[in-house]
């Protein structure tokens, strides 16, 4: 298992990962509220969620369904009985006083996740998912003095995936979350937004000598980006070295990584799931999962990351790496094969030429402009449709593959449709007939043979003067106009 480990100063790493998803579903986990992002505070609530007595939770059959599909995905078997039990703390954005979650008889066990790193490609298994419910929001920024609680999150359904303790290094843990984020979103089970917390991530990382026994874990809660993921456990790794050659040891606790100090600090010592008093939760009975559903989430699984891009490899001769950048943003795969198809259409672009240079172009300029300006450039006027058009002209030589780049970055600066950037530009071209004038003369003046074969009725050679003329514009020309001036200038109309 440790053979192939990177090592951190002479020490190996071992990283489990707990990330909490928010389930796309419309309503919350077991009241009918809406489950949405960013409405006023404490406006999405009921008696269900905000715990008033005598209420009790209905199980949402969604949230169940989601939660198979996620496991499947993953290759999880799914536990056809499982058990809502209470774990219970006090915190002011916990009404109830305890978190209706799975504990002993999770939904869904096993399964494994593929990863690649510079190292190399590992497995990393799953060790459960299982269901639960959010807890509401303590709103600290902008009162002065005053803390508010928010409960519109309160309830909201919460994938808990807990992965057995194989990551080995940063990378890998980033790796590992890049590709569940992916999985998750593909099947429509969570939007893994992290800005908007619904998709959440707690690092438990420990130390060892190669090989040794496991040392002991700390976790770093709730962290909410991939870059602070690998930063937290770079700071804590070097923490957790520095103490054990000290002669420290290390206490099972856990910690928070503060952003601005690029440092991890003690919260509190961890709680033991004694502390929890779990029980089986009274109001909800046994989830009992019928197997017809089970067929059913399998039948309409959806093609998942991986596979597809083992299908662009395949069928698009893309390399690993460039269909994995494609598939990691699902949108831009999706904008990559919707142009791919458009060009299969239009026969000067079709087959390999068109297809290497719709790639290229993909890889370059819109994923820097996805990055950029977010999904927004993936539709209107810089959407597949109105961009393939660019590729088609660089494939029939009326545009370098700069002059593509260049327009299409006008146009998603603009919100121009490219075409009308194009002949806009060739208006510029055509308004100075002089310099193409020049060109058609200069060209025609160094082939004097060529102009008496096609004047004797060689007209193949007609695409010759306009190549000429076109490699002495720089590409810049306008073809069409080039070959008015053409026509003209040899006195024949072919
Ligand atoms: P808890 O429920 O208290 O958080 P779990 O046993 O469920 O504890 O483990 C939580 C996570 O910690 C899992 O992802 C697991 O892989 C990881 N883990 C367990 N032991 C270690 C260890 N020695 N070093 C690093 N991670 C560990
Ligand atoms: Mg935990
Ligand atoms: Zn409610």
């Known amino acids: ?11 190996e790493v071992v990283v489990g990962l707990e990330v909490h998803t928010q389930l796309l579903t419309r309503t919350k986990m077991f009241c009918r509220c809406e489950n949405r992002f960013g409405a006023p505070p404490n406006t999405l609530v009921c008696p269900v969620c905000l715990a008033h007595p005598g209420t009790l939770p209905v199980l949402n059959a969604e949230a169940v369904r989601l939660g198979l599909r996620a496991g499947l995905a993953a290759g999880c078997t799914v536990n056809l009985v499982s058990v809502f039990e209470r774990k219970h703390y006090f915190y002011p954005d916990l009404p109830k006083g305890y978190q209706i979650s799975q504990y002993s008889h999770p939904l869904l066990s096993g399964g494994s996740l593929r990863v690649r790193t510079a190292e190399g490609e590992r497995t990393i298994r799953i060790h459960r998912m299982h269901l639960e419910e959010d807890a509401g929001k303590n709103l600290h920024a902008g009162i002065p003095d005053k803390s508010h609680v928010d409960l519109n999150r ?7 995936i807990v992965s057995e303790p194989d990551i080995r290094s940063p990378d890998e843990a980033v790796d590992y ?4 984020r992916q999985l998750l979103r593909a099947t429509r089970v969570s939007d893994g937004n992290m800005e908007e917390g619904s998709f959440r991530c707690d690092i438990n990382l420990s130390v060892r000598r190669p090989g040794g026994a496991f040392g002991c874990r700390v976790e770093i809660k709730n962290v909410n980006s991939f870059r602070f993921v690998h930063k937290a456990m770079l700071f804590e790794i070097d ?6 050659e000290a002669g420290e040891t ?120 996805l990055n950029r300006r977010g999904e927004a450039v993936l539709s209107g006027e810089t959407s597949a449709a109105r961009t393939v058009p660019l590729i088609v002209k660089v494939c029939s030589g009326e545009l370098s593959f700069s002059q593509a780049k260049e327009v299409y970055q006008t146009a998603a600066e603009e919100g121009t449709d490219p075409l009308a950037i194009v002949s806009r530009a060739g208006l510029a071209q055509i308004s100075g007939d002089g310099e193409l004038l020049a060109f058609v003369e200069a ?27 076109m490699k002495k514009s720089r590409g810049k020309a306008n073809p069409e106009k080039v070959g008015e001036i053409l026509r003209e200038k040899l006195g024949r109309t072919s």
Request: hydrophobic share 40%.
């Open 250 to 369: 290390i206490r099972q606790e856990t910690r928070l990584f503060d952003p601005s100090s690029g440092r991890t600090k003690p919260m509190r010592s961890k709680e033991e799931a004694l502390d929890y008093r779990y029980f089986p939760d009274p109001d909800l009975p046994p989830l009992v999962v019928d197997p017809a559903l089970i067929e059913e989430e399998r039948r309409g699984m959806p093609e998942l990351p991986e596979s597809r891009a083992a299908r662009l490899v395949a069928s698009a001769k893309l390399t690993v790496a460039d269909a994995e950048t494609l598939v990691g943003e699902e949108a831009l795969a999706d904008y990559f094969e919707e142009g791919l198809a458009l060009l299969e259409t239009i026969p000067q672009s079709a087959g390999g030429k068109g297809r290497e240079r719709w790639t290229s172009f993909i890889l370059s300029e819109v994923l820097r402009e």
């Open 177 to 180: 979350l890049k590709r569940l």
């Open 239 to 244: 923490r957790q070295i520095d103490a054990i």
């Open 154 to 160: 309160a309830g909201v359904p919460l994938l808990e």
């Open 1 to 11: 298992m440790s053979v192939g480990s990177p090592l951190f100063r002479g020490w």
């Open 443 to 469: 060209v025609l003046a160094e082939n004097p043979a060529e102009v008496e074969a096609y004047r004797g009725g060689k007209d193949r050679l007609f695409a010759f003067f306009v190549g000429g003329v």
